[in-house]
Every structure is written in C-alpha cells, then in structure tokens.
C-alpha cells in the first residue's frame, strides 16, 4: 500500500486518456487529446462549453428565473451541448482519417495475417496516441534521433569542423537511418506475440498489486509500444553501424587531404600583399614629387592687389559720408519746416475754440432761466393736485370701512354655520367607522385561521420534499464515491503498467551503448 502511494505521488495529472468519451461525467480526461482539441479549435468551440454543467451550478447562474423556467433553459442548454458534442466527435474522426491517409506509405501494406494476429480495430484510433505515450514513457535520458545524441563533457557539442562537408553529410545519413515512422504501414510485428506476453503478464500482476481490472485499451497500448521499442532498438542499431563505416571512410579521405596540402607549402597570399604595399608606396612618391616641382606665386602680383583693393575701400568709405552727410542736412531742413505748421495750426485752432465757448456760455445762461420758470409752475400744479387727492382719500377711506363691517358680519355667520355641519358630519362618520372596524376584525380573525392551516400544509409538504431530496442526495453521492473510486483505482494501474513498460523501454542493450561510445570517441578525435 505504501508503494502504491508513492506511485500515485509522483504521477503526472493525466494517467488514462479516453480519447472517444465525450459523456462520461466522472472521467477528468475527456478532451485532452490533441485531436480533440483541434476539432474544437476549427468548429469554434471552446473545450469548456462540452462539458457537463450541474443543475445546482446553472440554477445559481439565473437566479432571476422561476423553477420551471429554469429546468426548461436547462435542458436547451443540455441539448445545445449534445450537438456540439456530436459535431466535435464527427470532426474528430475526420482528422483522425486524413492523419491515417497522409501517414499511410505509398508501398504495398502489410499482409492481413500478420496484423490479425495481435492489433483489432479499434487499434487504429490510437496509433498517433501511441507515439506521444512512448515519448513519455521513454523519458529524458533515452534518444531515438541523431539530433538527440548527448553532448560531449566539456560541455561542447559535435559541431562539424570548419571547411569540410563531410560532417553534414554523416549527420544527414544517421538521420535518415535512425528516423522513425509511428504510420500504420511500417510497424513490423515479428516480436509482437513475445511483446503481447510481457504486457499481459504485466497486466496481470499490476491487477494482483491493484485488485482492480484494467481496461483491454491499456494491454493493446503497452503491447504496440513495447513491439515499436524493439523496432526502434534495431533500426538505431542499423543506423549507428551505417555511421560507423561512413565516419571510417570520411576520417581515410580528410587524413589523405590534410597530408597533401602540408606538402604544397605555403599559399601565396603573402607575395599578392607584398606587391600592393610596394604599389602604395610608388604612388605616393610620385605625388610628393608633382607638388614640390609646382612653381610659386611671383609676390609682385599679390602686393599690386592688395593695393588695388585698399584704394577701393576708401573710395567706398568716402562715397558713404557724403551721402550721410545730405541726408542729414536734408532731414533738420524738413523738421524745421514741419515745426512751422504745426504752430501756425496751434494758433488757429485756440481763436476757434475760445469763440465757441463765449457762444455756449450765452445759451447756457438763457436755458437755466427757461428751467426756473418751468419749475415753479409745475410746483404749483403738484401742490393743488395734491389737495383734491387728500379728499377723494377721505371719501373712499369712510365706504372702505363700511364695506369691511359688512363682511365681517358675513363671515361670522358662515363660521358659526360650519362649526354646526363639522360637528353633525364628525359624529355620522364616527358611527361608520365603528361598523366598518367590526367587519374588518371578523374577516380578518377568519383569514388569520385559513393562512394557519395552509402554512402548515406547506410545512409538512417541504419537510417531506426534503427528507426525500437529502435520501436522493446521499445515494447519488455514494455512487459516485464509489465510481470515483473506481476510477481512481483504474488510472493508478494504468499508470503502473506504463511506469513498467517504461523501465522495459529505458535499459538499453550492451551492444547499442559499445556502438554508441565507440562512435562518441571517434568524433571526439576527429574535432
């Protein structure tokens, strides 16, 4: 027990795959195939939608709907799934066949007899399956291509060496020999009834170990991939002999090469170097002698110019005062005339103004007059207008008095006259009220008796529908302890076999490690 727990520890989170199981609802591996994913990635589907939604979790998503209503949006929503399901698995398999076709060789297949002796139908829905598993369970310490041979240990990998291609070319031919090919066509079954044994016995005592049945979908996997491994072991073994003879013959022609070009001697890179420098030199030499026989400048010419030039800079200069000197003289003559104006404009414009304000003086005077004599008589109007509005004042002060009397005795009459009716109308509905107040309190004491007893009805019927869902509950959640169970106890096996079959996988034959170190140290001398 304590073993198999250590087992279930280290397992990876997908120990069996059910690569056909889109309605299994306690399976957790439902659509972990690479196809699976594929299909929904080309209808637009995403994986989360396939799968099963519990009703308690959708009730809560539409917590605004009725029961009724909800369990009817419910099954669409199931429904929608369902053919969504079917429209993945339908484009599931069509990948599958067009993988089958592209992977299926152009020579002739594999006799009938031969592949009924231990592969079925339903085999071929896990071939490309297969391939991935035996990745896993090969690990990272084996190799199966010519990519994958470790590095040297100092840390430095087979590099082919600078200027030959026949370190290319021994790589291309291991790899062409050590390739491998998972299509249906190329498997060999000669091992396949030994290989069918192992995995059965296997099979056996890992259901010992589990006390648990193993699908026949695992032997079938573990027997395809133990078959595959040998096939695998020989054809590398095939390839490395091929590498073997093919490095032999590239060592004999690089060591034939090597010697030759040592007898030939230097190259003559050195002289083709020698002559450009002494080219160099020779121009250079020339161009120093063409500058020293170049004849100087005569200094008579330079000191006639220079003379030349400084009498036309003082013609230059003295052209320059004379025209300053006019603008000058022309500007005071223009400021001088200019300041003439604009005082003759002064004088004029003080006579024009002074006369203008003797004029407004006069009229200022004579409109004062006019609005003294305009007051006064409006003064007089105002103070006899003012005295007939002091009488028509009085007369209309003496009627608004008596009109006020007058409503006022009005109004006491209509108050006493209300007081009278609110009192007789007060008591009337006081009666009502009483009556109305005593039917109430009979109709509601009955109402109170009626909504007693169905309370209680309801009660009753909720605690029955409860006692019954909680039976329910528990059932269904012991079933599917016991599924779960179940099924935890298949994956652990499932993974048991697989951990088995790995170790078969990963010891490797003495002859292939002689092979492979002796085509180590033989790269390692070449480099």
Request: hydrophobic share 30%; with cysteine.
């Amino acid at each position: 027990m304590g073993g198999e727990t250590a087992e279930v520890g280290r397992a990876p989170p997908l120990l069996h795959l059910d690569l056909h199981n889109f309605e299994e609802q306690a399976s957790r591996y439902v659509l972990t195939s690479p196809r699976s994913l594929e299909a929904c990635a080309r209808l637009g589907v995403l994986p989360m939608q396939l799968l099963r939604k519990p009703l308690r979790q959708f009730l809560c998503e539409h917590p605004a709907a009725s029961q009724l209503g909800a369990m009817r949006l419910y099954e669409e929503a199931e429904r929608r799934r369902r053919r969504t399901l079917r429209r993945c698995q339908r484009e599931r398999q069509k990948l599958l066949l067009l993988e089958e076709e592209a992977a299926a060789p152009p020579t002739t297949p594999v006799p009938e007899e031969s592949a009924s002796s231990t592969l079925t139908a339903e085999d071929q829905d896990y071939k490309t399956e297969i391939e991935r598993s035996e990745e896993w369970l090969r690990g990272p310490g084996s190799f199966t291509h010519w990519d994958e041979v470790p590095d040297r240990g100092d840390g430095k990998s087979l590099e082919e060496p600078p200027g030959g291609g026949g370190g290319r070319r021994l790589q291309q031919t291991a790899e062409t020999a050590a390739r491998k090919s998972w299509s249906s066509g190329d498997v060999n079954l000669r091992g396949s009834a030994n290989a069918h044994m192992r995995a059965l016995q296997l099979a056996r005592d890992i259901e010992r170990e589990a006390r648990v049945s193993l699908p026949a979908k695992d032997c079938k996997i573990a027997t395809l991939m133990l078959v595959r491994h040998q096939e695998e072991q020989e054809r590398q073994e095939r390839g490395l002999r091929a590498a073997w003879v093919d490095l032999k013959d590239r060592s004999a022609e690089r060591g034939g090469g090597s010697s030759s070009s040592r007898r030939t001697g230097q190259p003559p890179e050195k002289s083709k170097v020698h002559v450009l420098r002494e080219k160099r030199y020779k121009e250079h030499q020339l161009q120093e002698k063409e500058n020293a026989d170049k004849p100087s400048q005569p200094p008579k010419t330079i000191g006639q110019a220079l003379r030349a030039k400084l009498l036309k800079e003082l013609e230059e200069r003295r052209r320059i005062d004379l025209d300053s000197e006019y603008d000058r003289i022309r500007h005071l003559h223009l400021k001088q005339h200019v300041d003439q104006q604009l005082r003759v404009e002064e004088k004029t414009r003080r006579s024009v103004l002074e006369k203008k304000l003797q004029r407004s003086k006069g009229a200022y005077e004579l409109l004062i007059e006019e609005k003294t004599k305009e007051l006064k008589e409006r003064v007089a109007r105002e103070s006899e207008l003012l005295a007939k509005a002091k009488m028509r004042a009085g007369a209309q002060e003496q009627q608004q008095k008596k009109r006020k009397e007058q409503l006022l005795q009005k109004t006491n009459q209509k108050i006493q006259y209300a007081r009278e009716s609110v009192v007789k109308h007060s008591l009337e509905k006081a009666e009502k009220v009483k009556e109305v107040n005593t039917q109430k309190e009979r109709a509601h004491s009955l109402l109170k008796q009626r909504m007693h007893k169905e309370e209680e009805c309801h009660r009753r019927e909720i605690e029955q529908f409860i006692r019954r869902k909680d039976k329910r509950s528990d059932q269904i959640l012991k079933e599917k302890e016991a599924s779960q169970e179940e099924s935890r106890k298949i994956a652990r096996a499932s993974f048991q076999m697989r951990e088995r079959v790995r170790e078969q996988i990963n010891s490797r034959p003495f002859n292939q490690m002689v092979l492979e170190a002796q085509l180590n140290a033989s790269l390692i001398k070449q480099l």
